[in-house]
């Protein structure tokens, strides 16, 4: 089994950063992705970005040059960085682990971008 904890979420201007955490623990395939998925009110939950175990990254078209995912792989942990926000980018920002037989969802931070 494999658990993954989120944090980092919060309430932010316009303009400002954040950074998320999905901190990783169990049985980690060393082949594996792992991304950040957000879901805001009424609306179907989107890919934000990914990043597989061997650090190769895809971002969703409206956060590129403003986010960036990293990992730690002495951590377990996976990072999202996110610059410029706006208010649209207000959800609540799931983090997920995936190989070809498991997908494994956390519990969901809150990130709310508004004056």
């Known amino acids: 089994q494999v658990q993954l904890v989120e944090s980092g979420g919060g309430l932010v201007q316009p303009g400002g950063s954040l950074r998320l955490s999905c901190a990783a623990s169990?049985?980690?395939?060393?082949?594996?992705?792992m991304g950040w998925y957000r879901q805001a009110p009424g609306k179907e939950r989107e890919l934000v970005a990914l990043i597989s175990s061997g650090g190769t990254t895809n971002y969703a078209d409206f956060v590129k040059g403003r986010f960036a995912i990293s990992r730690d792989n002495a951590k377990n942990t996976v990072y999202l960085q996110m610059n410029s926000l706006k208010s649209e980018d207000t959800a609540v920002y799931y983090c997920k682990y995936s190989t070809f037989l498991l997908n494994v969802w956390g519990q969901g931070t809150q990130v709310t971008v508004s004056s």
């Open positions: 169990g049985s980690i395939k060393s082949i594996h992705a």
